[in-house]
């Protein structure tokens, strides 16, 4: 075997877990410790060395670019990187994600010191001390949970023929949950900036999150073992928290696991839907841990939401005397507010009443302690390794920006951050220009115009949190490093009197951080852009060494995708204040339908899975998608251009062992890179079925058969699988 070979593999082995700082190396220690690891020096030719060997073996450089570009860049990737223990997915994020966890468990396990410690900081190594002890509570585990509900009342299945259904009021339970922990179960209060007035936060009534992600997860077929999976699930935690024997575990996980499909996808399950498997899918016990950061994402403020302003007495007309909106918010806030509020969507309050209507209240009541026990719930790991990643992503739930903010007062790169600043404004610079241009000659010049007032007005932003007070956030929550259970009372109960405070406050910056950690965002209400550190990480989608094509092609493509944003089926309903406001013409919002209408029918035809891919409720993913990779290749040949006429020398814009492909080439090969993934295939259904992105496979292939460039950088003829010649194209 040739040595070089070797060596790149050890060389990418290295720089894939470690900390890597303008040429320089740190590698984290495996075991505590104050001092800082020796410094490795990693050449120029090395990095450039591992990254070529990366992309290469990706490549199956055997098929036709011009037949499946997906296959030719990804071709290799799920060889080897084969999705066989959990979370069963594997792609570009997770592997960011799981470094920038080694990142995490280096400072969280690194001991306190006030030296290097903010009095949050160490709150948060407090907490995560907390969860990595928690076995040592285990004892006293079904009796915090019981005590937790008797907070509220009285659980059926604790109870028995005890249990008086008269003492039972559900809205008041709820109300009183929402109050003291801010946990929203059926329905709720949710304060967040006012979509069409972003000087003001409003109250909505809205119904609780999904448990299952999609309601289509409750009723199709192709989803019964993902069902069963989480009756399984249920049982094991009424088992485990509550001490119910098995028979009354399994019977009342079943009749909370049909409540739950009525209410979120209006509709009973059959005696078959409800089976319950003790073991049928590997992945089972998990399914409660979701991994976070597997996929790309835009956060958009849940701008999607109806917007139906009302009042409190047009609810209470519309609504009683079935649903008591106002003794509900008056006993989760502790007042009724007189502002207006926005109302719950049409669907959701008539499935609520006929569902509460028609169900057992024992039933309802074992529905709603379950809710509340599952915040408080203890790690459950499958061996003993696994339970730092487990503590990781809780930590992450309540103090995910304190994290990024330690890694990036630890790790961060000066020189990372300007040069991703340059790269935006290449990127704005580019799209001003195709909007000026008469690649848009079917916009309205009215339409046009404001269309550039509101990108001069796009920001972006690092999400260090560098200016947040966390202090003031923070300051008043009690943490210790024994009581796990305990502190997280303390976590929700400052998050509940935040929450209350805010409909009085001033809005503040969008704020869903764990959300915020992973990959770049576009804030509708804000027209801003925000890039996490995780995704500046070296060696990944970035690094002094790599040339500007792979550095366009994957963060310059990401940052071109959230400004894209802005300009899509939800971003263009939305001013450059980031308020609600409608400002396109009617032929320009003709022209924008037709074409959106292109892409719906276009990605309909993918088959993913052996099926057809789901019809998406919006094209916004993939109009960012196919906008986002044509402005980045648009800001390349910016950058490239001008770089040739300054003279500079290109050599750097190719790769070792991948010389016969230009620099052009290696822009769509990193960009192909990626969205590679590796997915088991029990779960591809389920990805299919709850991701407002398409797969990863047809981020790829989808832009690119709308790409002339792109065909014409790989000489694909025209009518060749990349290569259609119908062209779905807005931006």
């Known amino acids: 075997m040739e040595l070089l070979p070797q060596l790149l593999i050890i060389a990418s082995c290295v720089i894939s877990i470690s900390i890597i700082d303008q040429g320089v190396v740190q590698a984290i220690p495996t075991t505590t410790t104050t001092a800082p690891a020796k410094p490795q020096v990693i050449t120029k030719d090395i990095a450039r060395y591992a990254k070529a060997a990366e992309i290469r073996n990706y490549m199956n450089v055997s098929e036709d670019p011009c037949h499946n570009f997906y296959t030719f860049t990804c071709g290799n990737y799920y060889r080897i990187n084969p999705p066989n223990k959990l979370p069963y997915q594997s792609n570009t994020f997770q592997t960011i994600s799981t470094s920038l966890n080694r990142k995490i468990s280096t400072l969280l396990n690194r001991p306190r010191s006030e030296e290097y410690d903010s009095d949050t900081d160490m709150k948060v190594k407090r907490f995560f001390e907390s969860c990595m002890k928690s076995n040592n509570t285990r004892i006293w585990y079904r009796v915090n949970m019981k005590q937790i509900i008797e907070e509220f009342g009285k659980m059926p299945a604790l109870e028995g023929d005890r249990w008086r259904e008269e003492d039972f009021d559900w809205l008041r339970v709820i109300g009183e949950i929402a109050y003291k922990y801010d946990i929203r179960i059926i329905l709720g209060h949710f304060i967040q900036v006012d979509l069409a007035n972003n000087t003001v936060n409003r109250l909505s009534v809205v119904m609780q999150d999904i448990p299952l992600e999609s309601t289509s997860i409750y009723t199709d077929a192709v989803h019964k073992s993902f069902r069963e999976a989480r009756v399984h699930v249920m049982t094991k935690n009424l088992r485990s928290a509550l001490g119910l024997d098995d028979k009354l575990a399994k019977k009342t996980a079943r009749e909370i696991f049909e409540f739950e499909t009525r209410l979120f996808a209006g509709q009973s399950l059959s005696d078959d839907h409800n089976a319950v498997v003790q073991d049928q899918n590997e992945y089972a016990d998990e399914e409660e841990e979701e991994e976070e950061g597997d996929e790309e994402d835009t956060l958009e403020d849940d ?125 704005k610079s580019t799209f001003r220009s195709v909007l000026q241009s008469d690649k848009l000659k079917w916009m309205h010049p009215d339409t046009r115009k404001y269309a550039l007032e509101k990108l001069q007005t796009i920001r972006m932003e690092l999400n260090t949190y560098e200016s947040s007070n966390f202090t003031e956030e923070f300051g008043p929550l009690e943490i210790n490093q024994i009581d796990y259970i305990g502190n997280k009372k303390n976590i ?28 770049p965002v576009y804030i509708t209400t804000e027209n801003l852009i925000k890039v996490p550190v995780s995704v500046l990480q070296p060696y990944f989608l970035w690094s002094n060494f790599y040339p500007n094509a792979l550095k366009f092609g994957t963060l310059g493509f990401l940052m071109s995708h959230e400004l894209i944003h802005g300009f899509d089926e939800e971003g263009r309903s939305h001013d450059a204040q980031g308020n609600k406001q409608e400002w396109w013409d009617q032929a320009s919002n003709d022209y924008f339908a037709n074409q959106t209408e292109c892409f719906s029918k276009q990605y309909r035809k993918f088959i993913y899975g052996g099926k057809p891919l789901p019809e998406l409720d919006s094209q916004s993913e993939n109009i960012a998608d196919n906008g986002g990779i044509r402005l980045a290749y648009d800001a390349y040949l910016r950058w490239y251009e001008d770089a040739v006429r300054s003279y500079r020398n290109m050599d750097d814009e190719l790769m070792p062992r991948l010389l016969n492909y230009t620099s052009k080439q290696l822009f769509f090969i990193g960009y192909g890179q990626l969205w590679c993934s590796a997915t088991h295939p029990s779960l591809r259904n389920f990805v299919s079925s709850t991701d407002d992105h398409v797969p990863g496979k047809y981020r790829v292939i989808g832009p690119l058969k709308n790409l002339a460039e792109f065909s014409k950088e790989f000489n694909c003829p025209i009518g060749s699988d990349m290569n259609p010649k119908k062209k779905c194209i807005i931006y």
């Open 303 to 427: 701008s999607s939401m109806q917007l139906n302003l009302t009042t409190i007495d047009a609810m209470q007309e519309r609504y009683m005397p079935q649903l008591d909106i106002r003794r509900l918010l008056n006993i989760s806030l502790g007042h009724v507010p007189a502002e207006p509020l926005y109302d719950l969507i049409e669907d959701d309050a008539e499935n609520i009443i006929t569902t509460i209507l028609e169900t057992p209240k024992r039933i309802v009541a074992n529905y709603i302690f379950y809710y509340l026990i599952d915040e408080f719930l203890l790690p459950e790991p499958r061996q003993e390794s696994d339970l730092e990643t487990l503590c990781i992503r809780r930590t992450k739930n309540h103090f995910a920006k304190v994290m990024d903010n330690m890694v990036y007062r630890h790790y961060a790169s000066n020189q990372t951050q300007q040069d991703v600043h340059e790269m935006w404004q290449t990127i």
């Open 492 to 519: 929700l109960r400052l998050k509940a009197k935040q929450t209350r405070a805010k409909l009085y406050e001033p809005p503040r910056p969008y704020d869903d951080p764990e959300s915020l950690s992973f990959t």
